[in-house]
C-alpha cells in the first residue's frame, strides 16, 4: 500500500489530541517536524521554502483537491480513515507503517507524542473474528520469529534488563470484556459493564491472565460501545456493545481495534453523537456511498510492542530519539 496521508483536516481518533499545523500559507510549505528550534510564533514547525509554491498550489486546485481557506491542519494521529478508504477502491487487505503522532499530555512510561504505528485493515466475508485471526496470527507469527532469529540479541539486552521471557498461546486466547470484567470484580475491583478499563485495572488483568491461562498475549473482545470510536461498528445483538477489541501483552494496550462502520448513514449519526463536524469528514462518510465490504484492522504502537516483548520499564528504551511532552531534543 502506498504511504497514506500524515496530514488531515479533522481529528481522526476520538480520544487523543493533536497537533495543529499551518498548511500552505503564503509562498511556504508548513513541514510539520517536532523539532528543537522552530521558527518564531510557530512552535513545532519547520519552514521550508519550495520553489514556485503557487504554481504547486493551483495544480492542487486544478486537480480536484481544494484547500483550507484557513490554512489549518493536523499532523495525523492515525491513518485509520484513509485505510478504510483505500478499501472502499476495492484493496481487499492495507497496512501502512509510518510516524503517527499524538499531542497528549501523557508523561508516562509507555506513552510518547511520535512514535512509529503500524496499521491494518482488511476486509472479512462471514464475521468480524477473520480479522482478529489474521492480526492474532500476525502477532503469534512475529513472536515466533524473533525466539528463532534474534535469540542471541534478545539475550544481549536481557544481561542489561533481566525480565522474564514473553510467553503466548497459538492460537491466541481471546476473551470477552465481560469475561474480563468478572475476572477483575472476582479480585475486589469495582467496575462497571461499560467503564474502560483503567491503566492498573489492564495490568491486574494482565497478571491474572497470565496466572490462569499461562499467557502474555491475549485479545479482549466486545467493548463497550460508549468507550469506542464513532466509526466503530455496534454489536447487532447488544446495542451497549460494540464489535471492538484491544490485545494486550504483559497487560499493557498495544492494539486497539474494531469491525469499522460501512454504511454512510449509520456513521453519520455515531459521528454527531460523538459531537463531530460533519462538514471535517464528508469525504470519508461519502466514500461509503458507492458500497464497500465489511472491514475492519487495528493500530499498533511498535515501540511499544517492542518494549513489552523484552520486558523494559519505560518506552524511551526502545526509541532511539524518543518524543513525548517534555524531551525535544536531542
Same mark, same amino acid.
Given at each position: *500500500?502506498p504511504?497514506?496521508?500524515?496530514?488531515? *483536516?479533522?481529528?481522526?481518533?476520538?480520544? #487523543?489530541?493533536?497537533?495543529?499545523?499551518?498548511?500552505?500559507?503564503?509562498?511556504?510549505?508548513?513541514?510539520?517536524?517536532? !523539532?528543537?528550534?522552530?521558527?518564531?510564533?510557530?512552535?513545532?514547525?519547520?519552514?521550508?521554502?519550495?520553489?514556485?509554491?503557487?504554481n /504547486?498550489?493551483?495544480?492542487f486546485?486544478?486537480?480536484?483537491?481544494?484547500?483550507?481557506s484557513?490554512? =489549518?491542519?493536523?499532523?495525523?494521529?492515525?491513518?485509520q480513515?484513509?485505510?478504510?478508504?483505500?478499501? /472502499?477502491?476495492?484493496?481487499?487487505?492495507?497496512? *501502512?507503517?509510518? =510516524?503517527?503522532?499524538? #499531542?497528549?499530555?501523557?508523561?508516562? @512510561?509507555?506513552?510518547?507524542?511520535?512514535f512509529?504505528?503500524?496499521?491494518?485493515?482488511?476486509?472479512?466475508?462471514?464475521?468480524y473474528?477473520?480479522?482478529?485471526?489474521?492480526?492474532?496470527?500476525?502477532?503469534?507469527?512475529?513472536?515466533?520469529?524473533?525466539? =528463532?532469529? /534474534?535469540?542471541?540479541?534478545?539475550?544481549v539486552?536481557?544481561?542489561?534488563y533481566?525480565?522474564?521471557?514473553?510467553?503466548?498461546?497459538?492460537?491466541?486466547?481471546?476473551?470477552?470484556?465481560?469475561?474480563?470484567?468478572?475476572?477483575? %470484580?472476582?479480585?475486589?475491583?469495582?467496575?462497571?459493564?461499560? !467503564?474502560?478499563?483503567? *491503566?492498573?485495572?489492564?495490568?491486574?488483568?494482565?497478571?491474572?491472565?497470565?496466572?490462569?491461562?499461562?499467557?502474555?498475549?491475549?485479545?479482549?473482545?466486545?467493548?463497550?460501545?460508549?468507550? %469506542?470510536p464513532?466509526?466503530?461498528?455496534? !454489536?447487532?445483538?447488544n446495542?451497549?456493545?460494540?464489535n471492538?477489541y484491544?490485545?494486550?501483552?504483559?497487560?499493557?494496550?498495544i492494539?486497539?481495534? #474494531?469491525?469499522?462502520?460501512?454504511?454512510p =448513514?449509520?456513521?453519520?449519526?455515531?459521528?454527531?453523537? @460523538?459531537?463531530?463536524?460533519?462538514?471535517?469528514?464528508?469525504?470519508?462518510? !461519502?466514500?461509503?456511498?458507492?458500497?464497500? /465490504?465489511?472491514?475492519?484492522?487495528?493500530?499498533?504502537?511498535?515501540?511499544?510492542?517492542?518494549?513489552?516483548?523484552?520486558?523494559?520499564?519505560?518506552?524511551?528504551?526502545?526509541?532511539?530519539?524518543?518524543?513525548?511532552?517534555?524531551?525535544?531534543t536531542?
Amino acid at each position: *500500500t502506498p504511504p497514506l496521508p500524515t496530514h488531515q *483536516t479533522a481529528a481522526s481518533e476520538g480520544g #487523543a489530541n493533536v497537533f495543529e499545523v499551518s498548511y500552505f500559507k503564503g509562498n511556504s510549505l508548513h513541514i510539520p517536524l517536532l !523539532d528543537p528550534n522552530p521558527p518564531d510564533k510557530m512552535p513545532f514547525l519547520a519552514c521550508i521554502n519550495i520553489q514556485a509554491c503557487c504554481n /504547486c498550489k493551483k495544480s492542487f486546485i486544478d486537480a480536484g483537491a481544494s484547500l483550507s481557506s484557513s490554512g =489549518q491542519a493536523y499532523l495525523a494521529q492515525s491513518p485509520q480513515l484513509y485505510k478504510q478508504m483505500a478499501l /472502499c477502491a476495492d484493496f481487499e487487505r492495507v497496512f *501502512t507503517i509510518g =510516524q503517527v503522532f499524538r #499531542a497528549e499530555d501523557s508523561n508516562t @512510561h509507555r506513552h510518547l507524542c511520535e512514535f512509529v504505528g503500524m496499521d491494518v485493515e482488511m476486509v472479512f466475508f462471514e464475521h468480524y473474528h477473520e480479522v482478529l485471526k489474521v492480526i492474532g496470527g500476525m502477532f503469534v507469527n512475529m513472536f515466533r520469529g524473533l525466539q =528463532q532469529q /534474534c535469540a542471541s540479541e534478545i539475550e544481549v539486552v536481557r544481561n542489561q534488563y533481566p525480565a522474564e521471557p514473553f510467553t503466548f498461546l497459538d492460537p491466541p486466547l481471546i476473551l470477552n470484556y465481560g469475561e474480563g470484567v468478572a475476572m477483575l %470484580r472476582a479480585n475486589g475491583v469495582e467496575i462497571g459493564d461499560e !467503564d474502560d478499563l483503567s *491503566t492498573p485495572n489492564e495490568k491486574l488483568l494482565g497478571r491474572l491472565v497470565k496466572e490462569k491461562y499461562d499467557t502474555d498475549f491475549y485479545i479482549l473482545d466486545k467493548y463497550p460501545l460508549a468507550v %469506542r470510536p464513532f466509526y466503530t461498528m455496534p !454489536d447487532p445483538h447488544n446495542p451497549k456493545l460494540a464489535n471492538s477489541y484491544d490485545m494486550f501483552m504483559r497487560g499493557e494496550e498495544i492494539l486497539s481495534g #474494531a469491525q469499522r462502520i460501512h454504511d454512510p =448513514q449509520l456513521l453519520t449519526g455515531r459521528a454527531l453523537v @460523538h459531537g463531530l463536524d460533519l462538514e471535517k469528514i464528508k469525504s470519508y462518510i !461519502d466514500s461509503f456511498r458507492y458500497g464497500t /465490504c465489511p472491514h475492519g484492522g487495528g493500530g499498533i504502537g511498535l515501540e511499544r510492542v517492542c518494549m513489552l516483548y523484552l520486558g523494559l520499564s519505560n518506552i524511551r528504551k526502545t526509541s532511539m530519539f524518543p518524543r513525548d511532552p517534555k524531551r525535544l531534543t536531542p
